[in-house]
């Protein structure tokens, strides 16, 4: 649709370089015409232009001392998209490939992710290109600080909730809270991922990768299947992959890779729950490297700078970064029996990649939708923290099972309501799309 096109043609001049936020964008645009057809208003309010253009975008320098008394200086970004359906809500990511349009491109996506939680929560994204790999708990710290000591004053438990992301996690949130509890004299709910004794939600740390095997369990019951005895393929070894597998090992499914950014492993007798327990330890208190699993478990192999998508498998869980599988990765999943990709991680699979599952006829569950359970668990931690309440963790884990139960039926009507029965890719834009486009309309100009 020409009209599409257009905003497109604009947001790629308009933002020259910004790839990783071009593909976003056009991930969701691609996909709207039939609904901008059937509902002018929008075209009339110019809600989609205005989706593409942050409410406002921070970016600030972080300037911190290291163990050696040495002046660091990073770069510190906020990128605050759309609050119509609540506060700004949405990760930070610390690590050296961090720029503006990867905060823009994740940010854009959690707009859409963050309407179909259905809890009130709008759609942001920070980080920094700080990278926190074989740095000291002290100087994490002392980044932490700094970088709160200028975020504090754009963020707040009604405003912009942030949370974690690659190379955040509870050390890191913890680390901030504490300095914008000192900033402010405020204990309240500026973050989420807290940890339980002090604010946090039972179930977050698991939540992203329990609701991606939640999700994956929905699209496989429509097929008339089911987790147990299929082999998996799992990328990354860091707090979504962690909570993947754990929650495929209980279904009875059995996971045979993991990797870092160095590579993968291969443990052909699957990964169990006393190996989890040990890549756990590996990753979250000796912060080592995965290559190290075959050392204590000699019968799997290390495969270095590869990814895990070429092990035959009947299910592929990505739960790393961006773009980690392409058109050809595809294709090998695709020619080894690979039934469903559900991801874990924000737009892991390539344009080129996505159209080999559709041609495959694999179940697929896009990121926005398949990955929101994280962002839904941070919305209940926002309403406990209100309610000055902690659940238990039935009560959660239930909840979070009914948001992406929910998630899945809302792709799956709004791809039927909109002529692309069964296609969940376009179905997760849609529904995202229209909760957020009708609330803006609502608003008014603004
Ligand atoms: P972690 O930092 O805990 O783990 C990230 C994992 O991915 C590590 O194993 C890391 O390896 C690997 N990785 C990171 N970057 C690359 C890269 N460029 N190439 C290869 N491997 C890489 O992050 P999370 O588990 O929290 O996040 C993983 C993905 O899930 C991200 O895409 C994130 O946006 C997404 N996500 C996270 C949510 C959350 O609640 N945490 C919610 C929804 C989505 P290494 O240690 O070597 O860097
Ligand atoms: O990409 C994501 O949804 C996250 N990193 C989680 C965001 C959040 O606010 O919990």
């Known amino acids: 649709m020409d009209y599409i096109n257009q905003i497109f043609e604009h947001v790629k001049e308009r933002d020259a370089g910004q790839l990783e936020f071009h593909q976003a964008v056009w991930e969701v645009l691609e996909t709207l015409a039939p609904v901008i057809e059937r509902n002018p208003q929008f075209r009339e309010a110019r809600i989609l232009e205005r989706l593409c253009e942050p409410d406002r975008a921070i970016q600030f320098r972080v300037t911190w001392l290291d163990d050696a008394g040495q002046v660091q200086v990073n770069r510190g970004f906020r990128v605050q998209f759309n609050n119509a359906l609540g506060p700004y809500k949405g990760g930070l990511r610390f690590h050296p490939s961090v720029t503006l349009s990867i905060v823009k491109f994740l940010g854009f996506e959690q707009i859409f992710k963050n309407s179909l939680t259905t809890r009130p929560i709008g759609g942001a994204k920070g980080g920094s290109d700080f990278d926190p790999k074989g740095k000291s708990d002290t100087e994490v710290m002392r980044f932490c600080q700094s970088f709160m000591t200028e975020l504090f004053r754009h963020v707040g438990p009604n405003v912009d ?65 089911s987790i147990g005895g299929k082999t998996c ?78 092990v035959p498998c009947d299910i592929a ?23 469903a990709v559900s991801e874990g991680a924000n737009m892991p ?9 559709a041609a495959g006829r694999v179940a697929y569950g896009p990121a926005k939708a398949a990955n929101a359970g994280g962002v839904a668990t941070s919305a209940l931690e926002m309403t406990q923290n209100a309610q000055f309440d902690a659940w238990s963790r039935e009560q959660v884990d239930a909840e979070l099972d009914r948001i992406m139960t929910n998630i899945y039926q809302q792709c799956v009507g709004a791809a039927e309501e909109y002529g692309n029965p069964g296609d969940l890719f376009v179905g997760a834009n849609i529904a995202g799309f229209l909760r957020v486009a009708n609330a803006m309309l609502d608003q008014g100009v603004v």
């Not at 940890?195 to 179930?203: A, F, K, N, P, R």
């Not at 990354?236 to 929650?247: A, H, I, L, M, P």
């Not at 869980?317 to 039934?339: K, M, R």
Request: charged share 20%.
């Open 161 to 225: 909730v942030p949370a974690g992301d690659i190379g955040v996690g509870g050390r890191e949130v913890g680390y901030l809270y504490g300095q914008y509890k000192r900033l402010t004299n405020r204990w309240e709910g500026v973050l989420t991922g807290k940890s339980y004794t002090w604010g946090g939600s039972l179930i977050r740390p698991e939540a992203t990768g329990y609701g991606q095997v939640y999700f994956l369990r929905e699209m496989l019951k429509a097929r008339g299947q």
């Open 233 to 310: 393929v799992v990328s990354g070894s860091g707090n979504v992959s962690q909570y993947c597998v754990e929650k495929i090992l209980h279904y009875g499914g059995k996971v045979v890779t993991m990797s870092d950014s160095s590579g993968f492993i291969h443990d052909p007798d699957g990964i169990d729950a006393e190996k989890l327990a040990w890549v756990m330890d590996l990753k979250n208190v000796r912060r080592g490297r995965i290559r190290d699993y075959v050392h204590a478990f000699p019968r799997a192999s290390f495969h270095e700078d590869k990814n895990p998508w070429a």
């Open 317 to 339: 869980l990505p739960c790393a970064t961006q773009n980690e599988i392409d058109t050809d990765d595809a294709s090998t999943l695709v020619n080894n029996g690979c039934i």
């Open 349 to 357: 699979s390539t344009p080129g990649a996505i159209q080999v599952y």
